[in-house]
């Protein structure tokens, strides 16, 4: 069976840091590209960070460049998502995702094949 399991969230006083992983089961996360998507309170899914299958290119949406950063560790199976200098506005629900299709970032959200559970995340002081 073909698994993505995330862990990682919580809650988290803004300014601080979090780190969400997404190990996969049943398939090489390395020949996947990897999304992290979240879901805020109110609002659309939205991909905040990717790396893609091939070269490990990564995409990170404006909100979070310079605080996120996507990384994925091909010997354990699992692709991270550090989160620094965190905002109340980063407060929602986040998933990883992964596909097979598409050589570059972002990653079509209609078109990833596994997606994790979710896991919640809130900033707030």
């Known amino acids: 069976q073909r698994l993505l399991v995330q862990s990682g969230g919580g809650s988290v006083q803004p300014g601080g840091s979090l780190r969400l992983s997404c190990v996969a089961s049943?398939?090489?996360?390395?020949?996947?590209?990897v999304g992290w998507f979240r879901q805020a309170p109110g609002k659309e899914l939205e991909q905040v960070s990717c790396?893609?299958?091939?070269?490990?290119?990564?995409y990170d949406v404006d909100s979070v460049k310079g605080r996120f950063t996507i990384s994925r560790d091909g010997t354990k199976n699992v692709a991270y998502l550090q989160m620094h200098f965190l905002e109340p506005d980063d407060t929602g629900v986040y998933y990883c995702?992964?596909?097979?299709?598409?050589?570059?970032?972002?990653?079509?959200?209609?078109?990833?094949?596994?997606w994790g559970k979710g896991t919640p995340v809130t900033v707030s002081s």
């Open positions: 049943g398939f090489e996360l390395t020949t996947h590209g």
């Open positions: 995702a992964a596909e097979n299709h598409s050589p570059l970032c972002p990653l079509p959200v209609d078109g990833m094949d596994y």
């Open positions: 790396i893609t299958r091939i070269h490990d290119g990564t």
